[in-house]
């Protein structure tokens, strides 16, 4: 068992959402406890102390926030708010938001360790997710179909009912905005379950919304188990959607329990992404990126670029650049403005993650570092070297900062390389050929390609999501609205 104990804990930032007791569920617009009483702590991983202790939802917890969900879909606040006044809810919700972002990324800093230039990054992104969403109400368009004369067909997006939705703990708040944004601009209600690890900044949240003009049962938080909470929500009947972001594993497991009703299921899943530099690229940027690509966030991210292809001709050129980036990483206390890197979000993960180290180890993998892990639940960014294709450090997501390096001969390589992975959610590529850049996009198996960037995100415009096994369907973009509506086909006798 690792101690995490590494900073000054009686100097860190103490907000007072922490005060107050045991955090409730948010049911039907008021706070409420759970029914069996359960309760779990969420830990700081910078201290190792515990920062609340928050409910954990049973089945009849669930039933209770499904059916008030049921009963905001139908009511006539909801049901037929004008699409003019369900942006302004938005707009409300991304107004309150904003007002408290401070507060919101140091709780997010707090519970999963993420730099807190990180977490208020999250949080402003979010912030204009909500605003992108603002806009969909007034323009969520049917069709109108050729028919003979006598005839009218015509076509009507239609809310999908109540939407279970799941999220990680490494982005808590824009996970959640990225969920919430769509779901409610279309009409839905929701049943949010956040992450064992991150909840708090779900429930601040939930707070923050019982003062916008969103109306009771609208939103309903429920904190708990993924096993327990998690599992209650996907099987109950009164759900008409999984949105899910998390792990494969899990999500095949939404995907299955899902089946047994026809649940709509929108899936964000893992990654093991490629970077891919070809030698005409400008090294100094391509390294930037790659250490970017697997570092930053201490590689808790889903787009992680964890598989590091570079064209055999500038390999040691390239590889002396990426040492050098990866020692300006400096980990440390979330809350110093130098830390570049917080500690792992858990001690569990912290192990699971040092464990992939033994395993590059035993499959003949080299290992380059830039410090020692330890100290706390400190991972400093990690290369393996001479690992082969089939090895389980190349095969598997890590989530932490440490990524495989390895060569290709041409773009067509590059390419089958790069796919050579079940997942399929982003890539990153390097070149100053317009050719090779946009020849390996298409090639490339993958729902989001970065050329000469890595990880930029827009706040909604374009979708975003998985090929393969990272992931079913897209959040954002027009895309988004398949997602979260049926449409309904009308046809009149004249
Ligand atoms: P996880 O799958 O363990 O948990 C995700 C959520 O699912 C949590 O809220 C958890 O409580 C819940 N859950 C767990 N078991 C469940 C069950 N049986 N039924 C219903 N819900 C259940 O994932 P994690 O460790 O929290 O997050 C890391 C993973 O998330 C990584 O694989 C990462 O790549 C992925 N992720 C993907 C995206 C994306 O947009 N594609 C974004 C962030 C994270």
Known sequence: MVTPLTVDAAARPAPAFLGGGAKRLL????WTAPVSGAAFETFDPATGLALATVAAAGPEDVDRAVAAARRAFEAPSWADITPYRRGRVLLGIADVIEAHAEELA????????????????????????????????????????????SAFHYTLRQPLGVVGAITAWNGPVLQLAWKLGPALATGNTVVLKPAEWSPLSALRIGELLLTTDLPPGVVNILTGDGGVTGEALTHHAGVDK????????VGKRILEVSARDLKRVTLELGGKSPTIVFDDADLAAAARGAVAGFAQG??????????????????????????QEMKAYTLG??????????????????????SYLDVAREEGGTLTTVGEPGNGLYMPPTLIENVGPDTRVVREEIFGPVAALMTFTD?????????????????????????????????LRAGTVWINTYAEMTAGT????????????????????????????????L
């Open 242 to 249: 999984i949105s899910f972001t998390g792990s494969l594993p």
């Open 333 to 354: 206390d979330p809350f110093h403005p130098d830390t570049r890197m917080g500690p792992l979000a858990a001690p569990r993960h912290y192990e699971r993650v040092l």
């Open 411 to 443: 773009t067509a390589d590059a390419i089958a390389q790069g796919n050579d992975t079940v997942y399929g959610l982003a890539a990153s590529v390097w070149t100053s050929s317009l050719e090779r850049a946009h020849r390996t996009a298409r090639g």
């Open 298 to 323: 201490s590689g808790e991210g889903c787009v992680a670029g964890t598989r590091i292809f570079v064209q055999e001709s500038v390999h040691e050129r390239f590889r002396e650049l990426l040492l």
């Open 462 to 493: 374009v979708p975003f999501g998985g090929f393969k096994q990272s992931g079913l369907g897209r959040e954002h973009g027009v895309e988004v609205l398949d997602a979260y509506t049926e449409t309904k086909t009308v046809m009149v006798r």
């Open 27 to 30: 049911i039907d617009g008021a």
């Open 106 to 149: 140091v709780l997010d800093s707090l519970d999963m360790g993420g730099p807190l230039w990180l977490t208020r990054w999250l949080v402003d992104h979010s912030v204009e997710v909500f605003r992108h969403y603002a806009g969909w109400p007034t323009k969520i368009y049917g069709q109108t179909a050729p028919s003979d004369p």
